[in-house]
Structure formats: C-alpha cells, structure tokens
C-alpha cells in the first residue's frame, strides 16, 4: 500500500470521526425532542439529495431534451426561480393555516406528481405545467416548513444547535446529490437513450436523473406521513400535542384561501413599509450581498453546461462542485464559528465576500500555472483517485477549478451563515417579520439579469457544438484551445459581478456598523 493510499484512508477515518462527532454534538443537546424533529433531519437529507440530483440536470434537460437553445434555457430557469421565490414569501401563511405535517405531505405530492411527469415528456408546455411549476411550489413548501418545524420541536435554547444539524443536513443531502447525478451519468453516458419495458417509453440520461429524484421522494413522503399534527416542545422541555384546528373546507380550498389572504398581507405590508426610508436602507444593505450569492446561481446553472463542454463529457463535474463544496461546509462552518465568535457579522460578510469573489477569478487563471502539479500527488488524487478521469481528458484545468472551490468554499463558510444573522440584526424591532421576508426581493429582482446572463455567457465563450466536433484532436485539451479559446471569461464575467458585494460592503462601512449597534429606524432618522 503506498503512501498516498495511507494517507487518504487516514484522512478519511478522520473526517468519518470529525463528521460523527460534529452530529453528535449537535444531537446531544436536542436529546427530549419529538420524534417529528429526527423524521425531519432524516427527511431533510433524502429530499435534498433528489434535488441536488435534479437541479443540476434542469438546464441540461431544458436543453439537449426540450430543444431550448442555451440563451432560452438559461432565461426560462431565471423566471422558474423568481416562481420558486413567489411561492416561498406565500408559504408561511399555508403552514400556520393547515400545520406542519400537511403543509409538508402536500408540498412532497407536489413534488412526487412533478418528478413522474418529466421522465415522460419533453413537451415544453406539459413540463412547466406539470413539472417545473409543480416542483418550484413543492420546493418553496418543504425547505422553508422544515425550518419552521425544527423552531416548533426544539427549546428556545435548543433552537440554535436544532438549526446548526439542519444546515449540516442539509449539505449532506446537496452532496448526495451531486454523487447521484454523476453516477447516473457516469452509467449511461451523457446523452443515452434508456428503454422502459413497463412504461413503453425512452428515457434520457437526464430523465433518469429525474426518475431516481421520484423514487426517492417516496421515502421522504412516508417519514412526513408518520408525523404527528399539532407537535410542539415547550421550552420546559415537555412535549405537547395540540388539537388541530379544523377549518372549513377541503385542504385545496384552505390553501387557495390562505394564499389570496397572505398576497393580500403583502400588498399592504409593501403599501407600508415602501414609505420607509428605514426599509430602503435596509434593502440597499441587503442588495450589496446579492451579487456574490449570485455565484450559487451560476453554479447551479451556468457550471452544468460549462463543465460538460470544457471538461467533457461524463467527467464528474456534480463532484467538483456538488460534492466538494458541501462536504467541506459541513466541516469549515463549526470550525469557523468558534474562532470568529465574537467578531461582528460586518467584518465576517466583508472578508467572506471578498475571499469568494476573488475566488471566482482564480477559474480564469492560465491553467499552466498548476500543470507542474498534475504528475504530483495532487494531480494523481484529483484526476486519477477521485474524478476518475480518463487519459485523454485529462488537463491542468481540473486542479485550478478544484481550487477555485475550495478556496470559494472557506469564503462561503466565513459569510454565509452571518448572512440570516445579520439581516435579523438588522432589521428594525417589531417590524422583525416584515423586513426579513422582504429581505428576498433583491435576490428575487436579480434572478431576471442572472438567468439570461447564464445563458449568454456559455452561449458566447462554451457554445454547443456539433455531435462529433471534438474527434481528431491528440486529447480534450487541445480540443478546448481550439475551440474554447476564452472560456475563462465566463468566470471574469461572474466574479466581476461577485466583486460588487465586497466593494460595496466597504463603501457602506458607516452604514453597516451602525445598523449593527442600533436600529434601521435610528439611522433613516
């Protein structure tokens, strides 16, 4: 056994003990809780793992299955997600009329009935329909009720460890999901075409991808169906099962009610809070973050499409990212979190910001600059241990982009979960509800600039090519010089764009550092 061997068992066996411990630190302070709580961790990661899987594969699918050139694909994404964003600023409304458990039985159908149905078309009317529609309400219902369900089950003490193993959950599932999506594509290839004796029809690879998110939505429905209504855990510690309120007519007809009411709050919550100045300053507080949480975006869509074509296909691009990226979370965002204890959310978002930004820009780097490391150990445990890539395609470009994310990660772990920290700070006493709901709308207004940009950008520098393009060239690398000759400026485009919340943090230092000391309402004053 070498040495290298040695050492990766070595360091797995630590992280494996790392990992058990980080749960178990968490676990051990929501010992007393109602099993609704586990049923949701389990939940959590199962249903995150099928939409990390699909997620990556949407802009795919929208693409080389639906016909969609990439500026329509990535411009039909956009708007899906602004649908997802509408559904989530409603969705409060639906849980405290109907509760917990059925909010979450009904937004897992939801997603259930989308998942069957876009394994069996390409038609691009019955797939917004019946599946992206679908999907964008089932996914605003479940990740935001699990939220709320982790607050009911757990102490007032026992709030922060109860969402600290959610977050942890949560990247687990992500990164589930990125092994799903590789595998899949792994098995069959990039563009097969699968026989489905019972159905009598052909699936995509991308389709597949769609049908194993199905069956797993099937256990996540059975955890949420063995849930008890109206579960609560008194601060006490004792736990309680409340009388569910019946309310007249039939679920459907309660959620339509509650859905024209809560649009209805909105209307007169914006009515109000528009005429604040307090309001402005806080958005415009909020908007400088938006550029750089617009990366995820781009991983989500732009990295698909831009790691196929430059990297080639059935290279493990879910791993680069989907895997690499929330595994290293789970690991950094403790660590960090106990040495930066007592800075302030300002300076942990300013450092966090900058650090991922600059990031993006290490993509855009000449890929010679790491060529010396690829007959390294480095190179042997990227390519030949890990990503498993074939001879042919293998390139110095794989070890900067696996830095690119790393480097991305330890920023994303500095600032992002100071993010949900400091926007309650900020927000102004008594109007906590108000201001921090709306805090989406500019993430929510950016979707429409980021979707088409997404769209353009691997249109302009990553065009698709012709089925066969890439024959006669020594290797995939000599293929991407040829035909790619600037497809580094996708990452010149996104980090330029990642760069404006760090600017614009340090420009608005005055203004951050009082809101951390005193009330919006103060400062607008």
Known sequence: ?????????????????????????????????????????????????????????????????????????????????????????????????????????????????????????????????????????????????????????????????????????????????????????????????????????????YQVIFSVSFLLTLPTLTLFLMMRSGVERLDDGRVVIHESEKREGSPLAVILAVSRSAAVDTVRILKTVFREKAFWIYISMLGMLVPVRLVFYHFHYTWPKYGIRVLGEGVKIGNIYGVLNPLLIVFLVPFIAVLTKKVSSYKMLMVGTFISAFAVFIASFPARIVAPLMDTWVGELILDRWLEVPEDKQQPLFILLVIFIIVFTIGEAIWSPRLTQFTAEIAPKGKEGSYISLSYLPYFAAKLIAGPMSGFLVAAYTPELPEGADQGYANHADFVAANYPHHWMVWIWIGGMALISPIGLVALRKLYRRAEQKDVTEIAE
């Open 1 to 205: 056994m070498d040495n290298l061997t040695l050492a990766l068992y070595g360091v797995g066996a630590a992280a494996i003990i790392a990992f058990a411990y980080i749960v178990w630190s968490y676990a051990r302070g929501l010992r007393g809780s109602p099993r609704e709580l586990w049923l949701l961790y389990i939940g959590k990661i199962i249903e995150y793992g099928a939409y990390g899987a699909a997620n990556m594969a949407f802009i795919l699918y929208l693409s080389a299955d639906v016909g969609l050139t990439d500026v329509e694909a990535g411009s039909y994404i956009g708007v899906w997600s602004m649908s997802v964003t509408i559904f989530t600023m409603l969705v409060g409304a639906v849980c405290d009329a109907i509760g917990i458990k059925r909010t979450l039985v009904i937004g897992t159908v939801a997603l259930l009935f989308a998942r069957i149905v876009m394994p069996l078309s390409t038609n691009i009317v019955v797939v917004t329909l019946f599946g992206f529609l679908p999907i964008a309400f089932g996914t605003a219902v479940v990740g935001p009720v699990m939220s709320v369900g982790i607050k009911r089950y757990t102490t007032k003490e026992g709030a922060t460890l109860g969402f600290g193993l959610l977050y942890t959950m949560f990247n687990v599932g992500w990164a589930l999901g990125g092994l799903i999506f590789d595998w899949v594509r792994g098995a069959l290839g990039e563009h097969s075409l699968v026989d489905v004796p019972v159905l009598g029809v052909q699936m995509s690879t």
